[in-house]
């Protein structure tokens, strides 16, 4: 089955700064890669989602970037704000069973 | 729309007894997803339905869970016998087969002593 490797586990920066979380998958045939925030003791929340027809997508200081050869995606998040702080997952799933396969999260923790 | 709602929110139980968590699912989603989180293994999916008929349940950890869709709009997880590693955050999740987006209910958390 699928296998969603994420990294860092842990990520802390300055506000202001960028922050860059990365994952890479397994099964070649994923077509669907969200990204999922969660703040403590609260529920995931899709944040930003790509195709694999799509290389990059932006929504305000988010943005997503897949590789399909290298079989990675990354999130980015510009100009963080303290608000940001969270953990974030990603996951990817073949577009047809809609079974989606997460990764180990990443805790961000933004400064002020 | 009032979202995936899940009860109870919270449950502390003894080794031993029967634990049942119940979802209701957006109104007009027709898949319904179970998933698990602890610190130890993270967010593991563990059964999901399509159309009330389950279509996945290789993520169930054993006999003692299983789960029934008996109609579009409501759905449960049990435990039997519960036991201390059953601890941690049970989230039902639901989606429209046209679509991919999940949307998360807020979570039963389970104690079992």
């Known amino acids: 089955g699928e296998n969603v490797e994420q990294h860092p586990s842990t990520l802390s920066v300055q506000e202001g700064d960028s922050a860059v979380i990365k994952c890479t998958y397994s099964?070649?045939?994923?077509?669907?890669f969200p990204w999922y925030k969660q703040e403590l003791g609260k529920r995931p929340q899709l944040i930003i989602d790509?195709?694999?027809?799509?290389g990059e997508k932006k929504d305000q200081r988010i943005a997503v970037t897949l590789n399909k050869t290298a079989k990675h995606f990354s999130l980015h998040i510009t100009e963080t704000q303290p608000e940001d702080s969270a953990v974030y997952f990603c996951?990817?799933?073949?577009?047809?069973?809609?079974?989606?396969?997460f990764g180990k999260g990443t805790l961000l923790t933004v400064n002020p | 729309d009032a979202g995936v709602i899940q009860s109870p929110r919270h449950e502390v139980t003894e080794m031993g007894q029967e634990v049942t968590l119940r979802c209701k699912p957006i109104?007009?989603?027709?898949?319904l997803f179970w998933y698990r989180q602890t610190m130890m293994r993270g967010l593991e999916l563990l059964i999901y339905?399509?159309?009330?008929?389950?279509?996945?349940d290789s993520g169930m950890p054993e006999d003692r869970f299983s789960a029934k869709m008996p109609n579009a709009s409501f759905s449960t997880l049990k435990i039997q016998p519960s036991e201390p590693r059953d601890s941690a955050v049970y989230f039902c999740?639901?989606?429209?087969?046209?679509?991919?987006?999940?949307?998360f209910g807020p979570g039963t958390r389970l104690t079992v002593l």
């Open positions: 999740a639901s989606s429209m087969t046209s679509g991919n987006e999940q949307f």
């Open positions: 099964d070649s045939a994923s077509n669907y």
């Open positions: 790509i195709r694999s027809n799509v």
């Open positions: 996951a990817a799933s073949i577009g047809s069973n809609y079974k989606l396969t």
């Open positions: 109104s007009g989603h027709n898949s």
């Open positions: 339905f399509n159309n009330n008929v389950p279509i996945d």
